[in-house]
């Protein structure tokens, strides 16, 4: 202090705090020496306190104080003796050391902060519970979730896998909605070929019987497709009725009732004649019959143009060229139809 040896009343105030409160002394002791008043032993710290000052780490040791670690025992003496006294006030103590103002708001800080210190304390515990506790919590969450990744990517591949199934549900389902389809088509189809078994039985008889009379049958075909074809309707019945007596005269076997349209006719055939014009009476199909049938070039009277309808919408398809002997370019349309073939 600036008083070196002396003792000055308010510099005295503020040695007692520095012995309570220094770090290197560690609560050092006042000395015990007679009050000039009384007689009485009394604490007296300004020799302590000189040797505080002398020490040459004493600021290193203001710094480097531990001011979270205070002794009780330090604070409540530092209450009871040198707070309350009147005299431990910065700004009286700065009239008789600017050193000792420094202490005291050193030693009032130092108290301060412990009062705040043990208000903050349970506080800062508390806080540093919660955030060990909090980072206990963070670890379990970043577990659950890893855990939560990992279902969810089981999930994932298990939703893959249920979309596939669904789509192989769906084709197996398609599969047995066309099947189902396909087997109630054959029942029907059974169903309605067993109708037929009678018909087919009886066309069985009769191609059986069909088979043994085939000769003769094509026989009388052959004379009418080459013979009756000039003639008429009841000329030809007539002759085939004697050509039948004929071959069964000779022990051929032929129908007794014989029929050109049955022997060389066919169903399909003849429906398309009729869609082109042919006329469905059986002296007209016999007719065709024998067109269709004969090696030499027919001649066909037709005064109501049935046969002309019918061959031209017949031979439409094939280019047919129609020319008459008064044309100037009759030859040569004959020419190119049989040069390329064309009717």
């Given at each position: 202090m600036n008083h070196g040896g002396q003792n000055p009343n308010r510099s005295m105030v503020v040695v007692p705090g520095q012995c309570l409160s220094d770090p290197i002394t560690q609560d050092v002791k006042p000395d015990r020496v007679p009050d000039p008043g009384t007689g009485r032993m009394t604490d007296d710290y300004w020799g302590p306190s000189k040797r505080i000052l002398g020490d040459l780490k004493f600021l290193e040791s203001l710094v480097q104080f531990d001011k979270d670690h205070i002794?009780?025992?330090?604070?409540?003496?530092?209450?009871?003796?040198?707070?309350?006294?009147?005299?431990?006030?910065?700004?009286?103590?700065?009239?008789?050391?600017?050193?000792?103002?420094?202490?005291?708001?050193?030693?009032?800080?130092?108290?301060?902060?412990?009062?705040?210190?043990?208000?903050?304390?349970?506080?800062?515990?508390?806080?540093?519970?919660?955030?060990?506790?909090?980072?206990?919590?963070?670890?379990?969450?970043?577990?659950?979730?890893?855990?939560?990744?990992?279902?969810?990517?089981?999930?994932?591949?298990?939703?893959?896998?249920?979309?596939?199934?669904?789509?192989?549900?769906?084709?197996l389902q398609a599969e047995v909605d066309e099947n189902t389809k396909q087997l109630q088509r054959a029942e029907e189809l059974i169903g309605g070929l067993g109708g037929e078994r009678e018909r087919w039985d009886t066309t069985a008889k009769s191609l059986g019987e069909r088979y043994f009379t085939l000769t003769g049958d094509v026989l009388l075909a052959s004379g009418v497709v080459a013979?009756?074809?000039?003639?008429?309707?009841?000329?030809?019945?007539?002759?085939?009725?004697?050509?039948?007596?004929?071959?069964?005269?000779?022990?051929?076997?032929?129908?007794?009732?014989?029929?050109?349209?049955?022997?060389?006719?066919?169903?399909?055939?003849?429906?398309?004649?009729?869609?082109?014009?042919?006329?469905?009476?059986?002296?007209?199909?016999?007719?065709?019959?024998?067109?269709?049938?004969?090696?030499?070039?027919?001649?066909?009277?037709d005064p109501q143009g049935q046969a002309n309808k019918w061959v031209k919408n017949m031979e439409k398809a094939n280019n047919l060229s129609i020319i008459r002997l008064t044309q100037s370019d009759y030859g040569r349309i004959l020419e190119n139809a049989i040069q390329f073939g064309q009717p």
């Open positions: 002794p009780v025992r330090v604070i409540k003496q530092l209450e009871e003796k040198i707070l309350p006294d009147e005299n431990f006030d910065p700004d009286k103590v700065k009239t008789a050391s600017s050193a000792a103002e420094g202490l005291c708001k050193w030693v009032l800080a130092i108290c301060k902060y412990d009062k705040v210190a043990k208000v903050i304390a349970p506080k800062r515990e508390a806080l540093e519970k919660a955030q060990a506790e909090f980072s206990v919590a963070m670890a379990a969450l970043e577990i659950k979730r890893a855990q939560l990744r990992e279902v969810e990517e089981k999930l994932s591949k298990l939703e893959a896998v249920l979309e596939e199934n669904k789509r192989r549900y769906a084709n013979y009756l074809g000039a003639f008429t309707l009841q000329f030809r019945m007539e002759q085939t009725k004697n050509w039948v007596q004929r071959v069964a005269e000779l022990g051929m076997i032929c129908s007794n009732n014989f029929s050109l349209t049955e022997i060389l006719g066919e169903a399909v055939v003849i429906r398309q004649w009729n869609i082109f014009g042919l006329p469905s009476d059986s002296f007209s199909v016999d007719n065709a019959i024998i067109i269709k049938n004969a090696r030499r070039f027919p001649l066909m009277i």
